[in-house]
C-alpha cells in the first residue's frame, strides 16, 4: 500500500503545486498504524441490577439556547466550497447537490473545503464509485487539514484521511514535516458490507484525540489523532490502476455536526437548587448537595435512578452527555439515556473503580431488567475518590461511551430512538454505597 500510494503521488508531483495555486493544496504522500478496538469480555464485577428504582425530581432544568453549527454542503455551499475544475487526467465538478471526482492513470486528487476549521465534529457522507474498478479505486474522507503556506515552493500540509478500497479501510496521518512523512494509524481494517449499485455511507466520529470509523452503519475501528487538534475537512480519490483506466466517485448527502458549536440544552456544575436533580430521601437513600456537587447515599444491594426533569427538558434524540462522577465507595455510577417510562425502555452506560464499563439496553426496566450488548475492561478508570469524566454520544442507532476521554465502548441499537435522560447509582450487595456527580451537560445534535 505504502509503495503504490508514493508511486501515484512522485507522478503527480508537478500536477499537484499547479492544483495548489488555486485549491489550497494537493496531498502528497500518507501512512499508517493500528489501533485495537476494547475487546468484549465479562468482568465479575459488572453488576446487573434486577431493577433501577427512579426518583422524580421536583424542579425544572434551566435550558441554555445556543445556536448550533450544522454545515451542510448543497448547492449553496458546493460552489465556494469545492471548486468545479479540470486538468488534465482529471475533473471535479458539483451537480445536482453531489460532488464529482474523475481521475484517470495512476494519479491522486483532493477537494478541501477551507471555509471552516473544525475540531470535535461528526462527518459523514454517502459515496458511490460509478463506472469504477473497485480494487483500483480508493476514495476518502480529509479531516483536521492544515497547510502551513500555500506561497512556498513546497507547501508544509499536515492532515488525517480516512480511506475506502475494496472492503478495507485505512487511516492515514501525513506531514509534511516528518521523515517518512507518512503514518498508518489504522491498516487495511475489513468493510464487512460494501455496497456496489448504491452509495456507502460514511461516517467519522472525533471528540478530543479520538476518532471512530463507521462504514454502512458497521463499527470500522477506531485511532488516536493526537497530532493536530483542529483543521480543515474534504474528500479525495486515488486510481491505482492503469493509464487507461478511469475512476470516477460521487459524494453526496455531505454533511459535518460541529459538536464545539452545537446547542447546550442544560448545562449544572454548582447543583444550586434550579437545576433538574433535587435534594431526597427514603429509607434506602438520600440525594443532597455538598460543596456543588449531587451526593447520593444508597444502602447496600440497592439502585437509584435520578431523571432529569423530563417534562420540561423534554426528549432527547441525537445529543453528547457530559459528567463528571466521584465514587467514594466500592459500587457502579452511570448515566441512562433515551429513557422512555411509558415503554420501560432506555440504554445504561456503568462504570466501577475497577475499571469495568458497560454499555447495556434495558428492553423492560422491570421484567427484563438489563440486556447486555457489550462489556469491556477499560484502562484510563480513575480509582476510588478521583474523578471519572464519562460522556456519551448517541447519534442516530451509533453510540459511543468515553471515560476520561478514551473511547471505551461503541454500540450500534435502534431499540430506543429518544427519551430522557438520568443519572444512575449502583450499590453491591456487601456495603452502602457513596458517590458524587458534577458539571452535567447536554449537547444537543438535532439539526435545526
Known amino acids: 500500500m505504502k509503495t503504490d500510494r508514493s508511486t501515484i503521488f512522485a507522478k503527480f508531483a508537478l500536477m499537484l503545486l499547479m492544483i495548489l495555486a488555486v485549491n489550497l493544496g494537493k496531498l502528497d504522500i500518507f501512512s499508517l498504524s493500528s489501533a485495537d478496538v476494547p475487546p468484549a469480555e465479562t468482568p465479575s464485577s459488572i453488576m446487573t441490577p434486577e431493577s433501577l428504582q427512579a426518583v422524580t425530581p421536583t424542579l425544572s432544568p434551566t435550558p441554555l439556547p445556543v445556536q448550533q453549527d450544522v454545515f451542510i454542503f448543497g448547492k449553496d455551499s458546493f460552489p465556494s466550497c469545492f471548486t468545479s475544475r479540470a486538468y488534465e487526467g482529471m475533473r471535479a465538478y458539483s451537480l445536482a447537490d453531489k460532488l464529482h471526482l474523475m481521475i484517470s492513470s495512476a494519479?491522486?486528487?483532493?477537494?478541501?473545503?477551507?471555509?471552516?476549521?473544525?475540531?470535535?465534529?461528526?462527518?459523514?457522507?454517502?459515496?458511490?464509485?460509478?463506472?469504477?474498478?473497485?480494487?483500483?479505486?480508493?476514495?476518502?474522507?480529509?479531516?483536521?487539514?492544515?497547510?502551513?503556506?500555500?506561497?512556498?515552493d513546497k507547501p508544509v500540509q499536515q492532515f488525517y484521511e480516512l480511506t475506502v478500497r475494496a472492503d478495507a479501510a485505512s487511516l492515514y496521518y501525513y506531514d509534511d514535516n516528518n521523515d517518512p512523512a507518512w503514518t498508518n494509524l489504522l491498516d487495511a481494517a475489513p468493510v464487512p458490507v460494501i455496497n456496489v449499485s448504491e452509495p456507502n455511507h460514511i461516517k467519522l466520529i472525533v471528540t478530543g484525540d479520538v476518532l471512530a470509523v463507521f462504514i454502512n452503519d458497521i463499527f470500522i475501528g477506531q485511532s488516536m489523532l493526537s497530532d493536530l487538534p483542529s483543521g480543515h475537512v474534504g474528500v479525495s480519490l486515488s486510481n491505482y490502476g492503469s493509464s487507461t483506466t478511469e475512476q470516477h466517485v460521487i459524494y453526496e448527502n455531505i454533511r459535518l455536526y460541529?459538536?464545539?458549536?452545537?446547542?447546550?440544552?442544560?448545562?449544572?456544575?454548582?447543583?444550586?437548587?434550579?437545576?433538574?436533580?433535587?435534594?431526597?430521601?427514603?429509607?434506602?437513600?438520600?440525594?443532597?448537595?455538598?460543596?456543588?456537587?449531587?451526593?447520593?447515599?444508597?444502602?447496600?444491594?440497592?439502585?437509584?435512578?435520578?431523571?432529569c426533569a423530563p417534562d420540561e427538558l423534554g426528549t432527547l434524540s441525537d445529543f453528547i452527555l457530559d459528567v463528571d462522577v466521584t465514587q467514594k465507595t466500592p459500587?457502579?455510577?452511570?448515566?441512562?439515556?433515551?429513557?422512555?417510562v411509558d415503554t420501560n425502555t432506555m440504554y445504561a452506560f456503568l462504570v466501577d473503580p475497577n475499571e469495568n464499563v458497560s454499555l447495556s439496553f434495558y428492553s423492560d426496566a422491570v421484567e427484563n431488567p438489563v440486556i447486555l450488548t457489550n462489556l469491556a475492561s477499560s484502562v484510563g478508570v480513575s480509582p476510588l475518590d478521583e474523578v471519572n469524566h464519562l460522556k456519551?454520544?448517541?447519534?442516530?442507532?451509533?453510540?459511543?461511551?468515553?471515560?476520561?476521554?478514551?473511547?471505551?465502548?461503541?454500540?450500534?441499537?435502534?431499540?430506543a430512538t429518544s427519551g430522557d435522560i438520568a443519572l444512575i447509582a449502583k450499590s453491591s450487595a456487601e456495603a452502602d454505597y457513596q458517590t458524587m456527580f458534577d458539571n452535567i451537560k447536554i449537547t444537543s445534535l438535532a439539526a435545526p
Request: hydrophobic share 40%; charged share 20%; aromatic share 12%.
Open 107 to 152: 494519479v491522486y486528487d483532493s477537494q478541501i473545503c477551507t471555509e471552516q476549521v473544525f475540531s470535535n465534529f461528526i462527518y459523514e457522507a454517502d459515496v458511490s464509485l460509478v463506472d469504477s474498478a473497485p480494487a483500483d479505486a480508493e476514495f476518502g474522507l480529509i479531516i483536521r487539514y492544515n497547510i502551513d503556506d500555500a506561497s512556498k
Open 392 to 415: 456519551i454520544v448517541a447519534s442516530g442507532d451509533t453510540f459511543l461511551a468515553y471515560v476520561n476521554s478514551n473511547l471505551a465502548l461503541q454500540m450500534q441499537d435502534d431499540g
Open 258 to 307: 460541529d459538536l464545539d458549536g452545537s446547542a447546550i440544552v442544560y448545562e449544572d456544575s454548582d447543583f444550586a437548587g434550579n437545576g433538574c436533580f433535587a435534594e431526597e430521601s427514603g429509607d434506602w437513600f438520600e440525594t443532597s448537595i455538598q460543596d456543588g456537587q449531587f451526593l447520593v447515599n444508597l444502602a447496600a444491594d440497592n439502585s437509584l435512578m435520578a431523571p
Open 331 to 340: 459500587g457502579m455510577s452511570g448515566l441512562a439515556f433515551r429513557r422512555n
